[in-house]
C-alpha cells in the first residue's frame, strides 16, 4: 500500500520596508510627544541644552556701574565679569540709556574692531526697541576702552583706568575692562560662541 505524503508549504509574510520605517517613526514621535506630556526632555534635547552657550546681563539698579555679565554654558556658569551699561536707568534714551532687558542675538566678534567710538576687541548686538514700543535702541556692542590693535591709547576714550568707575559707563554697550574681555574672548574661542544675550535687572 502505497503512503501519500502531503507537502505544506508555509508562507512568512514580510512586512515592508516601508511600513516598518513608518512605524519606527511613529514610535519616535510618540516618545516624543510622552516626554513631553510628563515633562522629560529627550536626551539629544538634554545635550543640546547643555552643550549650549549664552551671555547672561544683570544690570544693577543700585550701582549701573557695578553690573554684571556672565558666560553660561548649560547650566553652569563658567565665568562673571564686571560690566557696566549706559550713564542713566532709563533704557528708552538714545545713545545714553542702559541695555533694554530682553534677548538679543549676538552677532559677530572681532579683535580689531574699527569703528568711530569702539575699538579693539568687540561684540555685536542686535538693535532692540526698548519698554515704550517704539524707541528702537542701535549700534549696541559689547566692548572695552583700547585701541584698535587691543592695546591702550594715552587719553580717553582709548586709555582704561581702574581707579575712574566712569570707565564703566557707555552710550548704552555693555562695557568691561579691557584684560576681561580678552579673557573672555578665549574663553568663548574654547567652550564656543553665544548665540544669545540675556538682559534682566
Not at 542686535?126 to 572695552?144: P, Q
Not at 552710550?171 to 540675556?198: A, H, S
Request: aromatic residues 6%.
Amino acid at each position: 500500500m502505497r503512503t501519500t505524503h502531503t507537502t505544506h508549504t508555509i508562507r512568512t509574510t514580510r512586512t515592508p520596508r516601508r511600513t516598518r520605517m513608518t512605524r519606527s517613526a511613529t514610535a519616535a514621535l510618540a516618545a516624543g510627544s510622552i516626554a513631553l506630556l510628563t515633562g522629560l526632555t529627550p536626551p539629544t534635547a538634554q545635550a543640546a541644552a547643555a552643550d549650549t552657550v549664552h551671555l547672561k546681563f544683570d544690570k544693577n539698579p543700585a550701582a549701573p556701574s557695578d553690573s554684571r555679565l556672565s558666560v553660561v554654558k548649560g547650566a553652569k556658569v563658567w565665568a562673571t565679569y564686571r560690566a557696566g551699561s549706559g550713564t542713566t536707568k532709563n533704557e528708552c534714551a538714545t545713545g545714553r540709556g542702559w541695555l533694554p532687558n530682553g534677548t538679543y542675538a549676538v552677532g559677530k566678534h572681532y579683535r580689531t574692531y574699527n569703528g568711530r567710538l569702539i575699538k579693539g576687541y568687540a561684540i555685536r548686538l542686535a538693535d532692540k526697541v526698548c519698554s515704550d514700543g517704539r524707541t528702537k535702541r542701535t549700534e549696541l556692542f559689547i566692548h572695552s576702552e583700547m585701541t584698535v590693535n587691543g592695546g591702550q591709547g594715552g587719553s580717553e576714550p582709548r586709555k582704561w583706568t581702574d581707579t575712574n568707575p566712569n570707565d564703566f559707563l557707555s552710550n548704552g554697550c555693555v562695557k568691561l575692562r579691557p584684560e576681561e574681555i580678552k579673557k573672555m574672548f578665549r574663553l568663548l574661542d574654547r567652550i564656543g560662541w553665544p548665540k544669545t544675550l540675556k538682559v534682566t535687572g
